[in-house]
């Protein structure tokens, strides 16, 4: 089991921008994926972005165009870079992680992942 912590969730404007971190001993397991989901109030958990541990990286089509996931490996921390927020993307922001055994990329499916944070909430205002 990886703990994971995220931070950086809070209230902004539309247009604003915002900066999540997640961090966890990922390095148990060898190579790795994680992944920033999210959740909005009677809504499913849908996919944002995930990032392989050689920095390969999937977004969802929703948000390619204003949001950034990062890696810095030797802070066993990632980051998504949130530009451009719109009402819609106010949600709870989930971090997860997994063992990487694909063959290419991260897979964008939150059941892929068995490691999961408590979540951050970013609430974006018209």
């Known amino acids: 089991l990886v703990q994971l912590v995220e931070s950086g969730g809070d209230s902004v404007q539309a247009g604003g921008s915002l900066r999540l971190s997640c961090e966890g001993p990922?390095?148990?397991?060898?190579?790795?994926?994680m992944g920033w989901f999210r959740q909005a109030p009677g809504k499913e958990r849908e996919a944002v972005g995930t990032i392989a541990d050689d920095g390969e990286t999937r977004y969802a089509d929703s948000v390619k165009d204003h949001f950034l996931i990062s890696l810095d490996s030797a802070k066993n921390t990632i980051y998504l870079q949130m530009n451009n927020l719109k009402s819609e993307d106010g949600a709870m922001y989930y971090c997860?992680?997994?063992?990487?055994?694909w063959g290419v990329g991260c897979p964008l499916h939150a059941v892929a992942f068995p490691d999961w944070g408590q979540g951050t909430q970013v609430n974006v205002s018209a």
């Open positions: 990922v390095y148990r397991y060898g190579r790795y994926c």
């Open positions: 997860a992680a997994a063992e990487w055994k």
